[in-house]
């Protein structure tokens, strides 16, 4: 049995569905998600169902029973409400005797500098301190991050940020969902870490230049003093954490926080990451 959390969430719905289309039968998979009436249509298919919301440690052991594989999708939110919640995740998959572990960390988590990498660090150490077998999955930055605001940006003829020539690997996270299913699918991936990133880096600039390719729009990208930057997220309607996460990353991608590329994601895929280009082109389609 594979259990995926946060099913009903961007990432672990993308992983349910490569799962299913890697051959994973329904029956072998479960969904432990915080809304259960959300996810009527993948127990429609045949996948298990189960309650799992990490705030309420009581429902995690019981999602988890029988998991010979999780899933274990970081939370959103404040950092110190992310690592209790983890704590409480990886508590329950102990209690539960899970087979694997695999976690969505971020890139270089032992060594990245961006505020949130420290959430994802604890929590690597809470797993390895519970002996659980454990796959660490770390994510670059999704490409969702720019190209879900991208039509907005060039409406408005800029993207505006505080990256300055700052490079980031992202990646799609169709990419990274399915990254997950293969590992998920195969029996050799205990003690494994896997750096996943796109293919090349590229700069706000490259991306603001590929939107006005297709859009056929002039855009540019406008880079901002960090505390002109949070003033602009704050002023937009922003939870405080969230613009503060915002601008600490802006400002660790002008260092390189997010530059490098390692080949691990492209590897898992067998084929090449899905381009810049490609993502903005469908983001703007239409």
Same mark, same amino acid.
């Not at 594979?2 to 961007?10: F, P, R, S, W």
């Not at 503060?244 to 926080?257: F, N």
């Given at each position: 049995m594979?259990?995926?959390?946060?099913?009903?969430?961007?990432f672990g719905r993308l992983t349910v569905e490569k799962l299913l289309e890697r051959g994973v039968p329904a029956s072998e998979l479960a969904a432990a998600v915080r809304t259960p009436e959300k996810a009527a249509d993948l127990a429609a298919r045949g996948v298990a169902v189960r309650e799992a919301d990490y705030d309420r440690p009581e429902t995690l052991a019981p999602a988890f029973a029988g998991a010979d594989k999780l899933l274990f999708v970081s939370a959103n939110g404040p950092d110190d409400l992310r690592v209790v919640q983890h704590r409480a995740?990886?508590?329950?998959?102990?209690? =539960?005797?899970?087979?694997?572990?695999?976690?969505?960390?971020?890139?270089?988590a032992d060594t990245n500098p961006l505020g949130l990498a420290r959430v994802?660090?604890?929590?690597?150490?809470?797993?390895?301190?519970?002996?659980?077998?454990?796959?660490?999955?770390?994510?670059?930055?999704?490409t969702e991050n720019y190209t879900a605001t991208l039509a907005d940006s060039v409406e408005r003829g800029a993207i505006v940020g505080a990256a300055g020539e700052g490079r980031v690997a992202s990646a799609t996270r169709a990419d990274?969902?399915?990254?997950?299913?293969?590992?998920?699918?195969?029996? #050799?991936?205990?003690?494994?870490?896997?750096?996943?990133?796109?293919?090349?880096?590229?700069?706000?600039? #490259?991306?603001?230049?590929? =939107?006005?390719?297709?859009?056929?729009?002039?855009v540019v990208y406008r880079d901002l003093p960090a505390e002109q930057y949070r003033?602009?997220?704050?002023?937009?309607?922003?939870?405080?954490?969230?613009?503060?996460?915002?601008? #600490?990353?802006?400002?660790?991608?002008?260092?390189?926080?997010?530059?490098?590329?390692?080949? #691990?994601?492209?590897?898992?895929?067998?084929?090449?990451a899905t381009p810049l280009s490609d993502a903005v082109a469908e983001a703007l389609k239409g």
């Open positions: 594979i259990v995926v959390t946060g099913a009903t969430g961007q995740v990886v508590a329950a998959a102990r209690e =539960a005797g899970v087979g694997l572990v695999a976690y969505t960390s971020v890139v270089d994802h660090r604890e929590t690597e150490a809470a797993l390895a301190e519970s002996g659980l077998p454990t796959v660490l999955l770390r994510n670059g930055w999704y990274l969902a399915e990254a997950a299913a293969v590992v998920l699918t195969r029996d #050799d991936q205990a003690g494994k870490v896997h750096e996943l990133t796109g293919d090349t880096a590229w700069t706000l600039a #490259d991306l603001a230049a590929e =939107a006005a390719a297709v859009s056929g729009k002039e003033r602009v997220l704050t002023d937009a309607g922003l939870p405080a954490f969230f613009v503060e996460l915002l601008v #600490d990353s802006d400002v660790k991608i002008s260092r390189g926080a997010l530059a490098r590329t390692t080949g #691990d994601l492209a590897a898992l895929l067998g084929r090449p």
